[in-house]
């Protein structure tokens, strides 16, 4: 929220609650219009969000602590990109190299750009990636664990911890599906994360061969689903599989999480809960920036009233049955 005049703090708090009692207004409307029941799964913790808006849409056990296997490597990636740079050179280490799963197939001394390590770990999920990307950016693994940690509380991912930057088995390594869509809706808000893991395949130097690799993106999404741009699969035993996936249609997205499913029903399962999620809702934008809301008297303050101007588009996402009779409401709150 901004202002045509300069404003004081009075104003400033005034426009803040203003600001939430929109949204309030919008979001506790009577109850929806039926919508047909989320589609059966086999994945046990399941959500679908709305990437803009963050709304969750459906879910079934979405705070269950369970283990992700590589979907790990979405918060990886998310930090590298955030505290790396793109041509950063990193030097594969022994430890690095020689990681056990996984692998982009590096080889110990063999350098890559952090673009192509990223590459290598969303395409290939590539463990030797994940393991030299957190000793280029934490200047230790441990470090950079700590760094994915405090990340995951600042978005709110509050059941997660993180005990590697692979996803390897550990009993203190887990997330819930609920998280992990909200760590997938930070990581795909970026251009350069989103170009990665769209990418079905990609070439890189290979320099202990003299040549190039192919990296093929293990997510068949890519190729099966209608507007898939992402995000990141995972397998271990005990997790079984896992997957973040991402779709877009128009202009929503939607962020769809499914953990400990089997088989090929992990992609079923993403491909019948963003069906679902098309079919049903749809996004509106109430306030566009730049929209002037109300004029506001002032009292004791430098002018006698301000308008308050919309800094940002607010949008929300509705069932498709009421998106045509939504009403936007600005109304001051009586003062406390």
Same mark, same amino acid.
């Given at each position: 929220m901004r202002y045509s005049q300069r404003s004081t703090k009075l104003c400033q708090h005034f426009a803040t609650v203003l600001s939430f009692f929109i949204c309030w207004v919008l979001l506790h409307q009577p109850a929806m219009a039926a919508i047909p029941a989320l589609p059966t799964v086999e994945g046990e913790a399941i959500i679908l969000i709305d990437a803009d808006t963050g709304q969750v849409l459906g879910a079934k056990n979405p705070d269950v602590k369970l283990p992700m296997a590589s979907t790990t490597k979405i918060m990886t990636a998310l930090i590298a990109l955030e505290k790396g740079s793109l041509d950063d050179t990193i030097t594969l280490s022994e430890e690095a190299a020689l990681q056990e799963g996984s692998s982009m197939y590096t080889s110990p001394g063999e350098s890559y750009s952090l673009e192509e390590m990223l590459y290598g770990l969303m395409l290939n999920s590539g463990n030797d990636a994940a393991w030299a990307l957190a000793e280029h950016i934490g200047g230790s693994v441990s470090s950079f664990v700590e760094a994915m940690n +405090?990340?995951?509380?600042?978005?709110? #991912?509050?059941?997660?911890? @993180?005990?590697?930057?692979?996803? %390897? /088995?550990?009993?203190?390594?887990?997330?819930?599906?609920?998280? %992990?869509?909200?760590?997938?809706?930070?990581?795909?808000?970026?251009? $350069? @994360?989103?170009? &990665?893991?769209?990418? !079905?395949?990609?070439?890189?130097?290979? /320099?202990? !061969? $003299?040549? =190039?690799?192919?990296?093929?993106?293990?997510?068949?999404?890519?190729?099966?689903?209608?507007?898939?741009?992402?995000? !990141?699969?995972?397998?271990?035993? +005990? #997790?079984?599989?896992?997957?973040?996936?991402?779709?877009?249609?128009?202009?929503?997205?939607?962020?769809?999480?499914? %953990?400990?499913?089997?088989?090929?029903?992990?992609?079923?399962?993403? +491909?019948?809960?963003? =069906?679902?999620?098309?079919?049903? @809702? *749809?996004?509106?934008?109430?306030?566009? *920036?730049?929209?002037?809301?109300?004029?506001?008297?002032?009292?004791?303050?430098?002018?006698?009233? &301000?308008? #308050?101007?919309?800094?940002?588009?607010?949008?929300?996402?509705? /069932?498709? $049955?009421? &998106? $045509?009779?939504?009403?936007?409401?600005?109304?001051?709150? /009586? #003062?406390?």
């Open positions: +405090e990340r995951a509380r600042e978005l709110g #991912a509050v059941h997660t911890h @993180f005990a590697n930057p692979s996803g %390897l /088995p550990d009993p203190q390594h887990y997330s819930t599906a609920r998280d %992990l869509a909200l760590i997938a809706k930070a990581a795909m808000e970026r251009e $350069d @994360f989103r170009r &990665i893991v769209s990418t !079905k395949a990609r070439n890189v130097p290979w /320099p202990v !061969k $003299d040549t =190039d690799k192919l990296l093929i993106n293990h997510n068949r999404l890519l190729w099966r689903y209608e507007g898939a741009d992402g995000i !990141k699969t995972g397998y271990t035993n +005990e #997790a079984r599989q896992c997957l973040v996936a991402s779709a877009t249609r128009g202009d929503q997205r939607l962020i769809a999480v499914v %953990l400990k499913s089997e088989g090929n029903s992990v992609w079923t399962d993403a +491909e019948q809960l963003c =069906d679902w999620g098309f079919a049903n @809702f *749809a996004n509106r934008v109430l306030v566009r *920036a730049g929209d002037e809301l109300e004029t506001v008297p002032v009292e004791r303050g430098v002018t006698d009233s &301000i308008v #308050a101007i919309a800094d940002r588009d607010l949008k929300v996402t509705l /069932p498709k $049955d009421e &998106i $045509d009779q939504v009403q936007t409401v600005v109304q001051e709150l /009586p #003062a406390s």
